[in-house]
């Protein structure tokens, strides 16, 4: 990529950023443009559709989020690395209002730009998941894709006016009916 293209390439990215910060997965295309301050036509050019806008939105937050479930395996307990872990997700997913729905729909579409993204962190889970249910530390009728349910489901909780205010209890609840007996009382006496 020349390095002027790159430069409107990384300049609407960080517009985007902001844009769908403040206005959820739905922003205006057009107004991320504007505000740019580049046409249409060229914010196309390089994101031409909304989910592949939004996969390079993600994909940097999830690709830090497989490195990160990588780095706990070998330096947390299973139950701690898991908790650690689906917080940060949780933080990731809700980062970017209405981005679940689409996370959700793109998990069962190889097609989806945000596909491979979506596999990808959900694979860091699953394997954070299997770690701690070999070790006895998480509930064995839980899979990855539940795994992912969960975040999704905690992201847009978060993301309700109504529940946002008990948005961190029920992520400890959630937290602690995955893990076992002994491993999710921590959860539950506050020590995370």
């Known amino acids: 990529m020349r ?14 950023r902001v844009a ?6 739905d922003a205006s295309l ?5 505000r740019a301050e580049v ?13 592949a806008l939004l996969d ?15 780095e706990l395996e070998g330096a947390s307990s299973p139950e701690d690395a898991l908790v650690t ?12 209002r209405g981005v679940t729905e689409l996370m959700a729909a793109a998990i069962e579409d190889a097609e989806s730009a945000l596909h ?19 070790e006895g530390a998480a509930q064995t009728d839980i899979d990855g894709t539940e795994l992912f349910a969960l975040i999704a489901a905690l992201a847009w909780l978060g993301d309700q006016p109504s529940f946002a205010p008990r948005a961190d209890h029920l992520f400890e609840v959630i937290a ?9 009382k921590g959860i539950r006496q506050g020590r995370r």
């Open 176 to 184: 602690s009916a995955i893990l076992t007996d002994q491993a999710g």
């Open 39 to 51: 046409g249409l036509p060229t914010l196309y050019r390089h994101f031409p559709t909304r989910e």
């Open 85 to 96: 872990w689906l917080r940060e997700c949780v933080a990731v997913a809700r980062e970017y």
């Open 20 to 25: 769908v910060t403040e206005q959820g997965a």
């Open 116 to 134: 491979a993204s979506c596999v990808t962190m959900r694979a860091a889970g699953t394997r954070l998941l299997t770690r701690a249910q070999a």
């Open 3 to 16: 390095a002027d293209a790159r430069k409107n390439h990384d300049h609407l990215l960080a517009v985007a």
């Open 30 to 34: 057009r107004d991320i443009a504007r």
């Open 56 to 70: 390079a939105l993600l994909r940097s937050s999830f690709d830090d989020l497989a490195q990160q479930a990588t």
